[in-house]
């Protein structure tokens, strides 16, 4: 097995992310109904039902198949949600470039790029009960792995313990960005809907890698 982001794994990285959204979607507008407006499920089930049915198999590398899902989920989502995963999935395919194949620490930079593109979209930053809570200790958990000699699939598998982690440790906190922070105080003790599909987005990453 290559230890690399193949054009292929990335589209079943997409592709397995989706298939989490619908799986996921009713306990992602359970979670949203409890501290936002619940349609974070809707929301992501219409995103990734439009990124689906727009990977045509015309996206021949891998910027421009995750500049495609960022374009599609920015144009279909109306959430804030959108933008977020939208500027996340176009940052990522930027720096991934044309290229049919990123070695791990190429990927590894590309989702960093995402991850800094998304704190600027959101003007935020760990702590605030938001989807980075998920993401930035996943991204901190891939790079120490790999930069420890692990391979990518491994790496990844870490990432999304991580991740999973990331996402239970926004019960406690209380929200200072988006919605849930019109609720204050009262946003604690309950997950971050946005943390919660994005753990899903890591683990579809490793499973996608590892297959
Ligand atoms: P909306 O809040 O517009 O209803 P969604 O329900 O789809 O959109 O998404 C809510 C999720 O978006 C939250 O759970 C949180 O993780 C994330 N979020 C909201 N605002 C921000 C922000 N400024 N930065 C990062 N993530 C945010
Ligand atoms: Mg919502």
């Not at 109904?33 to 021949?60: E, K």
């Amino acid at each position: 097995m290559a230890d690399q982001l193949t054009l292929d794994t990335a589209r079943a990285w997409v592709e397995g992310f989706a298939a989490r959204i619908h799986a996921a979607a009713d306990e992602l507008t359970a979670l949203d109904s409890a501290i936002g407006d619940a349609d974070h499920g809707s929301n992501m089930t219409r995103g990734m039902s439009a990124v689906s049915a727009a990977l045509d198999g015309s996206q021949t590398d891998i910027g421009s198949l995750l500049k495609k899902v960022g374009m599609t989920i920015v144009s279909s989502v109306g959430g804030a949600s959108g933008p977020l995963y939208g500027t996340f999935f176009l940052r990522v395919g930027t720096t991934a470039g044309d290229k049919t194949a990123l070695e791990p620490a190429e990927f590894a930079a590309a989702l960093r790029s995402g991850l800094e593109g998304l704190k600027a979209r959101g003007k935020a930053t760990t702590g605030e009960k938001t989807m980075l809570d998920a993401l930035a200790p996943a991204l901190d958990a891939l790079d120490a792995e790999l930069s420890d000699g692990g391979s990518l699939s491994d790496s990844l598998a870490t990432a999304a313990t991580a991740a999973a982690q990331g996402r239970d440790a926004t019960v406690p906190m209380v929200a200072t960005k988006g919605r849930a922070s019109y609720l204050g105080e009262r946003s604690a003790g309950h997950c971050d809907p946005g943390a919660t599909s994005m753990a899903l987005l890591v683990d579809a990453a490793a499973t996608a890698v590892s297959a």
